[in-house]
C-alpha cells in the first residue's frame, strides 16, 4: 500500500475537496485523484462520492481513516526516527501571532536564550493559516497560532487568554461592575475580531436584543482597539493579555459580564510531528513559570 495514498486520502478529508488537498500537497489535483483511485483499488472499495464540485466521504471510507491516519503517523515518527539530526538547530525559526509577538516572546525569550545559549533565533508575525502554511513547508520550524489541528502537525495548548470587557478610567461602568447586555449595547463600542471563532460567542451575547449593538469601529488590530479605548472612544471586548500593563497602570478597567465567562483565545505550539522536541518541551515549560510567577498575566495553561 502506497503511503502517498493514504496521505492523500486523509488531507481530502481533513481540506473538503480535492483542490484545496493537492494545494496543501503541492500536488496537482488529478495527480490527487489518480492517488485516490489507486487507493479505492487496492480496497476495493469507494472512499468518496463525487457529485461536481461536491465530495462526501462514504461508510467505508470513514471506517478506514483511524486507520489511515494511524499509518501516516507512525510513518511520519518512523522517517524522523532514521532521519532525527543529532544536534539542536543553529537557527530556529519561529512563526507568531502578532498577540504572541507583542506580549510573549519578549517574557520567553530571554529564558529561552539562557536554556539553549548557542541557538540563534528568527521570527515571523503572520497570520494562524500563514504559520500552518510555513511549519507545512518548513519554513518555520515552530509555530504559535490559535486552536488548529492538522494532520501532519502536533497542536499542543499553549494558554488561554480570556476575553473580557474593558473600560477607560472615568466610564460610567467603573461604579456600576455588573452592567446588562442591554446597557453595554447602548455604549459606543470598539469592536477587535481576529477572526476567532470565539468572537462569534461575542456577537451571540447581543442576538436576543430588538436593536444591535452600537459597534462604532470595527478593527482586527488589538492594540489600536484598546488604545482607542484609553482615548474614550469606546469600551471593547479584548484579550486580557494586551490589556495587562494599561489595567496596571490604571488606564483600562476590567468589567464584569457573566455572559463572556469561558470566552477565550486558546494559543497552540504547532511543529511536524516529532520534530523540535527539546525546544517544544522546553518552550512549555517555560511557559508555564511564566504565567504562574506573574499573577498579572490572565492567562490558563
Known amino acids: 500500500m502506497n503511503i502517498e495514498n493514504i496521505e492523500a486520502f486523509v488531507y481530502v478529508i481533513h481540506c473538503g475537496s480535492f483542490n484545496k488537498a493537492a494545494e496543501a500537497l503541492y500536488l496537482s489535483q488529478p495527480s490527487v485523484t489518480a492517488r485516490i483511485k489507486s487507493l479505492e483499488h487496492e480496497l476495493d472499495c469507494r472512499l468518496f462520492d463525487r457529485q461536481g464540485k461536491q465530495v462526501q466521504v462514504t461508510e467505508d471510507g470513514k471506517r478506514f481513516l483511524p486507520y489511515a491516519q494511524q499509518l501516516l503517523t507512525i510513518y511520519q515518527k518512523g522517517k524522523l526516527h532514521i532521519?532525527?539530526?543529532?544536534?539542536?538547530?543553529?537557527?530556529?525559526?519561529?512563526?507568531?501571532?502578532?498577540?504572541?509577538?507583542?506580549?510573549?516572546?519578549?517574557?520567553?525569550?530571554?529564558?529561552?536564550?539562557?536554556?539553549?545559549?548557542e541557538t540563534h533565533y528568527k521570527f515571523v508575525t503572520a497570520t494562524t493559516d500563514e504559520i500552518v502554511s510555513k511549519v507545512i513547508s518548513r519554513e518555520v520550524d515552530i509555530g504559535f497560532v490559535r486552536n488548529v489541528s492538522h494532520p501532519n502537525l502536533q497542536s499542543t495548548k499553549f494558554y488561554e487568554d480570556p476575553i473580557r470587557l474593558y473600560a477607560y478610567e472615568g466610564h460610567p461602568f467603573l461604579h456600576n461592575q455588573h452592567p446588562t447586555v442591554e446597557e453595554?449595547?447602548?455604549?459606543?463600542?470598539?469592536?477587535?475580531?481576529?477572526?476567532?471563532?470565539?468572537?462569534?460567542?461575542?456577537?451571540?451575547?447581543?442576538e436576543h436584543l430588538e436593536q444591535s449593538p452600537n459597534i462604532q469601529i470595527h478593527t482586527d488590530n488589538s492594540e489600536m482597539a484598546k488604545k482607542l479605548v484609553i482615548k474614550k472612544a469606546g469600551i471593547?471586548?479584548?484579550?486580557?493579555?494586551?490589556?495587562?500593563?494599561?489595567?496596571?497602570?490604571?488606564?483600562?478597567?476590567?468589567?464584569c459580564v457573566p455572559e463572556t465567562d469561558g470566552i477565550f483565545l486558546q494559543t497552540n505550539l504547532i511543529a511536524q510531528h516529532g520534530e523540535h522536541a527539546e525546544f517544544i518541551r522546553e518552550i512549555m515549560t517555560m511557559g508555564k513559570s511564566l504565567f504562574e510567577a506573574n499573577p498579572r498575566l490572565p492567562l490558563t495553561v
Open 83 to 117: 532521519n532525527q539530526r543529532k544536534s539542536l538547530l543553529s537557527e530556529l525559526r519561529i512563526g507568531c501571532t502578532v498577540s504572541v509577538s507583542n506580549y510573549i516572546i519578549p517574557e520567553l525569550l530571554p529564558k529561552l536564550k539562557e536554556r539553549f545559549p
Open 184 to 206: 453595554i449595547a447602548e455604549q459606543p463600542l470598539v469592536f477587535f475580531e481576529c477572526g476567532s471563532l470565539d468572537w462569534l460567542r461575542i456577537h451571540r451575547i447581543f
Open 236 to 255: 471593547a471586548f479584548l484579550p486580557g493579555l494586551c490589556a495587562q500593563q494599561e489595567i496596571g497602570e490604571g488606564k483600562l478597567h476590567s468589567i
